[in-house]
């Protein structure tokens, strides 16, 4: 199995301050997700990457871009904060079939 | 296109008891499927998948799913539910296997949540 890390469990930001999220994966896998969590909404796709240096849009990636620099690591980049983009950030890198992994998640709060 | 639809919001059992949560899909092709539970404030851990092998998939913490491509449905079961499983649970189909699709395009469903009683 995949195991998938993020940097921050709880994370505490001010309405405008630029946010990095991290997640690394240990598995060499080229395809990695970034997903946000709400209640009512579910888990919607922000942007995933299939490569180092290449990425598309998800669902909702308005606000949001991301980095790949190196394949085991995939950061999501908040330019500015704003309170609607409070929530919970999960990373996912896919495995063998297409299987997703997910890591613990970061609990974002923006005041 | 494809849709997941968890039939139940809640599930409430006792301890030892059996637990059933339903999901029904719908996919324009062969679908991947999968079950993940979610600990509160934690991330998804996979259950089990289906990947067009054996129709009965058996996962983690004695967890069964049986694909019935008839009904279109992948109901989650347990024969004896135990306390440490409470948690919310999410189905979930992958386009995984529609041509032209260069990553495994998820679709959850809408979470159920299981509550277990002493």
């Known amino acids: 199995d995949v195991k998938v890390t993020q940097s921050s469990r709880y994370l505490v930001k001010r309405t405008g301050e630029k946010v990095f999220l991290e997640c690394v994966q240990d598995m060499d896998h080229e395809n990695m997700f970034w997903y946000r969590q709400d209640p009512g909404l579910g888990l919607r796709l922000i942007y995933f990457?299939?490569?180092?240096?290449?990425?598309e849009k998800g669902d909702i990636p308005e606000g949001y871009s991301v980095s790949r620099e190196k394949k085991e690591r995939f950061s999501l980049i908040l330019e500015s904060a704003s309170t609607n983009q409070t929530s919970m950030y999960l990373c996912?890198?896919?495995?063998?079939?297409?299987?997703?992994?997910f890591g613990p998640g970061t609990r974002l709060l923006v005041l | 296109a494809q849709s997941v639809t968890q039939l139940d919001s809640h599930v409430s059992v006792s301890e030892g008891t059996p637990v059933l949560l339903r999901c029904n899909y719908s996919?324009?092709?062969?679908?991947?499927l999968f079950w993940y539970v979610q600990h509160p404030n934690k991330g998804l851990q996979l259950l089990l998948k289906y990947t067009s092998a054996a129709t009965l998939v058996k996962g983690i913490n004695g967890f069964e799913a049986e694909f019935k491509k008839s009904e279109t449905s992948f109901h989650l079961t347990k024969p004896s539910a135990h306390m440490s499983d409470a948690a919310e649970y999410f189905c979930?189909?992958?386009?995984?296997?529609?041509?032209?699709?260069?990553?495994?395009?998820?679709?959850f469903g809408q979470g159920t949540i299981l509550t277990v009683h002493p």
């Open positions: 996912a890198a896919e495995g063998l079939r297409k299987t997703q992994y």
């Open positions: 990457s299939y490569d180092v240096k290449m990425k």
């Open positions: 979930v189909v992958s386009l995984a296997n529609a041509g032209g699709t260069s990553y495994g395009k998820l679709t």
């Open positions: 996919s324009s092709y062969s679908p991947s």
